[in-house]
């Protein structure tokens, strides 16, 4: 097992179940890609992110989303700077003087957090959270590199019970890492008993502050690492195949899935390799491909989603034959 | 102007840009056509539009061009909110007294953007029109605040036309301000395997980034080079510059070399080999002399004659293709700007003339200025009027090779025989990616189109104004109505106020949302009289249908029905967003059955019960009489009156309409329409 250990331990002990959940946003933490949890209210998906912030010792940038979120209330406020400036004496009737009145921001919430939980991000308007994901994207804000390491998104699904609209396509492609989750009692998990047990036993406070168990240093140590592992001619073949089967086989395209260059060429190499990671190795093997169905989630339709398991699966045999 | 320059000069500029292209290449993998029409945009000063799916490189081109032309650059993120002074400048405010009385003056100081050499313009349709109107003004002026601009290209980004982007598309008047328009193709979506392949070998190797910079790890946040080298001179352009025959070159320098790479003909000293594009490969002396040089390349007479055949082409096949819309072939661009292209084209290949073959460059504009399918026929239609298969490529630029034989050619046509090098930086025989049409179907043609457009019509009605919502686009200004929204007032307005000098209230951002939402059942009959022409017809106004849905974020129900009907749910649910799964659905259909009205208008009902406000419809596609169930549908007639439903009838065939179609429509508002095939084999259609 990895550094991250205790941080797994504390997503444990404050959450039952959701074991995927858990594990991307190790994943997320160590990689440094933003995630996306999409779920039902009540499926803890809130408090664990709120758990894996807080327990990494991060700074901490929290915002509830809402229909008329404004750029200002994510990235700090605005603030007008006015400087004295000569004027010319256009006007010959009288003296003047003149000001220089400049906007500029003045940095503050997802500029200066290490880690951001953006709660509910689909209930902000798509015009307001293209410049939000644009700075998650490059984690810079004009000329400034932000701290940013990962956001950590959480939406309602796109049923029409819930006033929300889905995610633009090039917004959604901004989180690497993509999961669905049910609530335990409803799929009726084998974890809901356990989560009924535990309080109805008494002896949990209902939500105890998580204090720090990881810290910045490891998380930095983690992430040099992670480009240490090696990702192989057969993985990269396999990587391949996985993704040519989705564009030929499930005929995945512009207009019906997001099979992006930069998510499946570029980060999921990043997602093999902090996948390895994870289980601690130094070389990435075929099982690590697992790990791409937290990219496929809302990218490629439900029923290549679906298929995917199956088609990594016939991939891997095949290269392993050859 | 350009002082006649001795040949080996010419040499080494068009050699600079030989080798931005090359590195520019470099940087993208896969993404060649777009990297040299981005380097004819810069050597022809002219404006670019890319073009393209999320994670494609549009970004990281853009800001590569940026960094290795050593161009002053200021990058622009569109949103929502943008406002004039983070497009043009601060706010110089100034006072004076004047007979006892205070006088403000509010005046603008031209900003990073309007002092770059090159400006990136990233996401550029995301900003409503009405903000982009006057910065589009000026980058085709390039002329603001009273003085000429040192812009030389800007580099717009924007998403691909997507089904469910919330953005206004740029209108076509606005995408005629940028010249160059590109389409770039993802390489997964694009099938580029090989490519691809080639990418994910580099990043496996990647090393972590250097600093604590995150971004550096992020192929598509490759920032631009803020550094700026101080500019020798302000150019003047934006118009066509004259052929100046003091600066026509001889033949001489001009040779064919072999189908060598001009990889392997770098001059020594040149940068080789960095992925970086951080550092430029010409001085901003260099890039500015390159442009005027390109800019006075003389024209073949025959290039003229050429060109005017290939616009009678253009022209001729567009007005072939008229149903896909909105296309422009404005004087502006096809004059200008295209001549420059062609001249851009010239010089980069080291040529002293524009020959026939570099009309090729106006392969790099017409994006969006062209139908489709003229779009993607386009190398062939130059082909064709080139006489010969232009299958020779750049390989004879002089410029790169100065050690080279001359061959002697004056025609640089004839160089046709050449053979093919597939590693030139033109590839003229490269095709198009194809255009990416909506739901991989090509347009409905035009016989369906006044059914579409009324039933368009009345679909959006009620929806073409946009609503007033605190969360939508800045639509215009408002006075201030309560104190909570002076976060969204005009700033210095706010200010005045704040301090008491305002006589009024600030004006505020009046906000508009386009409500999306609604929804429009489709219900088409595939009886088996349907069968033959009247099945495409009836797909392709199906099709039709889906795609303003799917504009407008309407959800979506489609039943097909013979004496039963079959709703394709998804989800278990009759009314969904999968527009592109129905698509495909609707292409599939099958005729066979007899009608039955009542069961598919029973089935579409229930479906749309449920939901909730106005804006909904049933569009019943059929051509015969109903045999099967209720012929009168009274009840289903009552309850869509009851929930407020327009039922939209459209009868196809030859036959006598039924008259129950007509109530269906008279008693729910909806329209209706016939349509009459007619002898030559198209449909003729009429309001009923």
New interface residues.
């Given amino acids: 097992m990895t550094d991250l250990a205790p941080l797994r331990a504390l997503l444990d002990h404050h959450v039952v179940g959701h074991d995927e959940v858990k594990t991307a946003l190790l994943l997320a933490l160590i990689t440094r890609e933003h995630i996306y949890v999409e779920g039902p209210p009540g499926t803890a998906k809130t408090r664990l992110a709120e758990v894996a912030a807080k327990g990494s010792d991060l700074d901490f940038f929290f915002y509830q989303l809402h229909r008329d979120t404004r750029l200002a209330e994510l990235v700090g406020d605005i603030v007008l700077e006015r400087r004295r400036v000569k004027t010319e004496p256009t006007d010959p009737a009288g003296s003047g003087e003149a000001e220089r009145i400049h906007q500029r921001i003045e940095p503050g919430g997802l500029l200066t957090a290490e880690v951001a939980v953006l709660d509910d991000i689909s209930r902000a308007p798509g015009e307001a959270l293209n410049v939000l994901l644009r700075i998650l994207n490059e984690r810079r804000f004009g000329a400034e590199p932000i701290p940013l390491m990962a956001a950590i998104a959480t939406g309602n699904p796109m049923d029409d019970e819930y006033y929300n609209e889905p995610l633009d396509p090039a917004n959604l492609d901004r989180f690497a890492l993509q999961l669905r989750v049910t609530g335990l009692i409803q799929s009726g998990a084998e974890d809901a008993r356990l989560l009924i047990d535990r309080f109805a036993a008494g002896s949990v406070v209902e939500q105890p502050e998580p204090e720090p168990v990881t810290d910045r240093t490891t998380l930095d140590s983690l992430n040099r690492r992670m480009y240490e592992v090696r990702i192989g001619p057969a993985v990269r073949a396999a990587l391949l195949d996985v993704l040519r089967t989705l564009v030929l086989e499930f005929e995945c395209n512009e207009t019906n899935s997001l099979l992006t260059d930069r998510t499946f060429l570029v980060k999921a190499v990043k997602i093999l390799r902090g996948t390895a990671l994870l289980a601690g190795r130094d070389t990435v093997e075929l099982a690590d491909l697992a790990a791409l169905s937290w990219m496929t989630t809302f990218r490629v339709p439900p029923e290549a989603h679906e298929a995917l398991p199956r088609v990594i699966g016939r991939v891997s045999r095949q290269v392993r034959a050859v | 102007m350009a002082p006649p320059a001795p040949d080996r000069r010419v040499a080494d500029l068009a050699a600079a840009f030989v080798e931005l292209r090359t590195a520019l290449g470099r940087t993208l993998i896969g993404q060649d056509d777009a990297a040299t029409g981005l380097t004819l945009a810069l050597l022809a000063e002219q404006h670019a539009y890319l073009e393209g799916?999320?994670?494609?490189?549009k970004s990281a081109l853009a800001a590569a061009l940026a960094a290795l032309s050593g161009a002053r650059t200021h990058t622009l993120?569109f949103?929502?909110?943008i406002?004039e002074?983070d497009l043009l400048g601060?706010?110089?405010?100034?006072?004076?007294?004047?007979?006892g009385h205070e006088?403000l003056r509010r005046e603008l100081?031209p900003g990073p953007l309007l002092q770059a050499e090159i400006a990136l313009l990233?996401?550029l349709p995301?900003s409503p029109g009405e903000a982009l109107g006057p910065l589009l003004r000026i980058l085709a002026e390039r002329h603001a605040l009273g003085q000429p601009l040192p812009l030389e290209s800007a580099v717009a980004t924007g998403?691909?036309e997507?089904?469910?982007?919330?953005?206004d598309p740029l209108e076509p008047g606005q995408l005629d301000r940028f010249a160059v328009q590109l389409r770039l193709?993802?390489?997964?979506?694009g099938?580029l395997?090989d490519e691809?392949?080639v990418?994910?070998?580099r990043?496996?190797a990647?090393?972590?980034p250097r600093s604590?910079?995150?971004?550096a790890?992020?192929?598509?946040?490759a920032?631009a080079a803020?550094t700026a080298a101080p500019r020798s001179a302000v150019i003047s352009t934006g118009t066509p510059n004259r052929l100046e025959p003091g600066e026509r070159r001889s033949g001489s320098r001009r040779r064919r070399g072999g189908p060598s790479s001009e990889l392997g003909n770098r001059q020594p000293g040149e940068p080789r080999g960095a992925f970086s594009p951080r550092s430029a490969v010409m001085s901003t002396t260099t890039r500015n002399a390159a442009q005027r040089a390109a800019a006075a390349l003389r024209i073949e007479p025959r290039t003229i004659d050429a060109y005017h055949r290939l616009l009678d082409r253009l022209r001729q096949r567009s007005a072939d293709n008229s149903a896909s819309g909105d296309r422009l072939m404005s004087d502006r661009s096809f004059s200008s700007a295209a001549l420059r292209l062609v001249r851009a084209h010239a010089f980069l290949r080291g040529a002293p003339a524009a020959a026939p073959r570099d009309l090729g460059a106006i392969r790099y504009m017409v994006a969006h200025r062209l139908p489709e399918e003229v779009q993607a026929d386009f190398d062939h239609i130059l082909e064709e009027l080139l006489g010969d298969p232009p299958k020779v490529t750049m390989t004879e630029t002089g410029a790169q090779m100065p050690g080279a034989q001359s061959q002697g050619d004056d025609d640089s046509d004839g160089a046709a025989a050449a053979s093919p090098a597939s590693d030139s930086w033109i590839d003229d025989k490269a095709d198009l990616p194809a255009p990416?049409t909506?739901?991989?179907k090509p347009p409905a043609p035009a016989q369906v189109d006044p059914l579409l457009r009324a039933l368009v019509g009345r679909i959006e009605r009620g929806r073409i104004d946009p609503d007033t919502d605190?969360?939508?686009?800045p639509r215009g200004y408002r006075p201030l109505r309560d104190l909570d929204e002076l976060?969204?007032a005009d700033?210095?307005e706010a200010?005045l106020f704040a301090e008491g000098r305002l006589p009024g209230a600030p004006r505020t951002f009046e906000r508009k949302?386009r409500s999306?939402g609604g929804a429009v059942a489709v219900l088409r009959d595939i009886s088996a009289s349907m069968a033959g022409r009247l099945t495409v017809w009836s797909s392709q106004v199906v099709l039709g249908i889906l795609r303003v849905a799917a504009r407008r974020?309407m959800?979506v129900g489609y039943v097909e029905f013979h004496h039963r009907a079959l709703p394709h749910e998804v989800g278990g649910r009759l009314l969904h967003?999968s527009y592109?799964?129905l698509a495909e659905q609707a292409g599939q259909a099958k005729a066979v059955g007899q009608t039955n009205y009542e069961a598919p208008l029973r089935t579409a009902l229930e479906g749309l019960r449920g939901?909730s406000g106005r804006n909904r419809h049933i569009v019943l596609l059929t051509d015969g009489l109903p045999i099967i169930g209720d012929t009168t549908v009274r009840r289903e007639r009552q309850l869509a009156h009851r929930l407020g439903v327009a039922l939209h009838t459209v009868f196809l065939g030859n036959g006598d309409c039924p008259p129950v179609l007509d109530d269906i429509s008279l008693e729910t508002a909806g329209l209706r329409f016939c349509g009459r095939p007619t002898a030559g084999g198209g449909l003729r259609l009429e309001e009923r």
Avoid at chain 2, 90 to 99: G, M
Avoid at chain 2, 162 to 167: D, G, K, L, M, S
Avoid at chain 2, 217 to 221: F, L, T, V, Y
């Fill in positions: 799916p999320p994670g494609c490189g993120v949103h929502r909110d406002r002074t601060d706010v110089l405010l100034s006072r004076h007294r004047h007979r006088r100081i990233e996401d995301r998403p691909l997507q089904v469910e982007a919330p953005i193709t993802g390489l997964l979506t099938g395997f691809a392949a990418l994910l070998e990043e496996a990647r090393v972590p604590a910079d995150p971004s790890a992020d192929s598509a946040g920032p803020a990416p909506l739901f991989g605190p969360g939508g686009q976060i969204d700033v210095i200010l949302r999306a974020r959800r967003r592109s799964r939901g």
